[in-house]
């Protein structure tokens, strides 16, 4: 019997066309319906969370798993400066009402809220607090869920450098929003100079592959099909030497989650700046099984 990871190369690529009368995720009222939602970097705590877009998202998708893959809440910046408007207090209200309305949601600490990894084994309000999943999609595949930020030499070696990183993002989250409210006046779309910044410098593409490659390459030792992080708020379906990997992006510029469908078929979905519209940047077939 083959290993479950020599299937790898089969689950890209798949044809994804269904009318909507087939379509399993959608109810007699047209709402989607999603059997799993991964979501990550919020970052409630800061003034660039896109706290309104996030709970317009998870009311129009429901599902019967949520996980929350790490820096849900920004302990780092909340620590400098108390920031928390009502609507950050909705996205927490609004978790803990779906797992008290039967869906199973998991919380995956990251390196912003590490102050939650002291809680791992607990509940809150009937959400779980775990170090890492193992979440398996109706195909059968088992995915590694963990935040990420365990495979980043500088949060692990050099913690006072990434202090002075996120301080620098911050910058340049409000440098970015000065910017866009110009670009609007003059009827440009949204652009993301943090995003540019870090694809463009060669040292910061060379991070996330480098980062991509590890936590893959984790990922196949510990025997799982693939694996789903956020930490480096870069949203991506791709397979690394037989491995699926998979990035939920974030809620601060990318507006992103990676949700499965009830067949199993994995995909990036981008929530839009005034509707909720979906932009599929990669999808996942279900054929691969343990």
């Known amino acids: 019997m083959k290993h479950p990871l020599e299937h790898g190369s089969h689950w890209l690529g798949q044809a994804m066309e ?79 009402r779906a797992a008290r309305k039967g869906c199973r949601v998991v919380f995956v600490p990251g390196n912003h809220d590490e102050f939650a990894r002291g809680f791992i084994g607990h509940q809150f309000g009937g959400i779980e607090v775990l170090d890492d999943a193992v979440h398996t999609t109706a195909a059968g595949q088992r995915l590694w869920v963990t935040h990420g930020d365990y495979f980043d030499g500088v949060i692990q070696y050099a913690k006072w450098l990434a202090y002075v990183g996120d301080n620098l993002y911050e910058f340049a989250l409000r440098l ?85 469908h009830h067949d199993g078929r994995l995909e990036i979905v981008r929530w839009g700046e005034a509707a909720p519209t979906q932009d599929v940047q990669g999808t996942v077939g279900a054929a691969a099984t343990a």
Not at 41 to 68: I, M, N, V
């Open 176 to 260: 970015n929003r000065y910017l866009n409210h110009l670009r609007a006046k003059f009827g440009l779309p949204y652009w993301s100079l943090s995003a540019y910044l870090k694809l463009k410098v060669k040292k910061a593409v060379s991070f996330i592959n480098d980062f991509e490659q590890a936590v893959a390459h984790e990922a196949r030792k510990r025997g799982h099909h693939g694996v789903v992080c956020g930490h480096i708020h870069h949203a991506e379906i791709r397979e690394i030497e037989g491995v699926l990997y998979c990035n939920d992006g974030d809620w601060v510029e990318s507006l992103t989650a990676l949700v499965e």
């Open 18 to 96: 269904r009318s909507a009368a087939q379509d399993p995720d959608e109810d007699k009222g047209g709402t989607r319906r999603y059997r799993t939602v991964f979501i990550s970097d919020l970052h409630l705590g800061t003034p660039g969370c896109r706290a309104e877009d996030l709970l317009a998202f998870l009311k129009a998708s429901p599902c019967e798993q949520l996980y929350l893959v790490g820096d849900i809440i920004d302990g780092w910046q909340l620590r400098r400066r108390w920031y928390w408007p009502q609507t950050h207090n909705d996205v927490v209200q609004k978790l803990l």
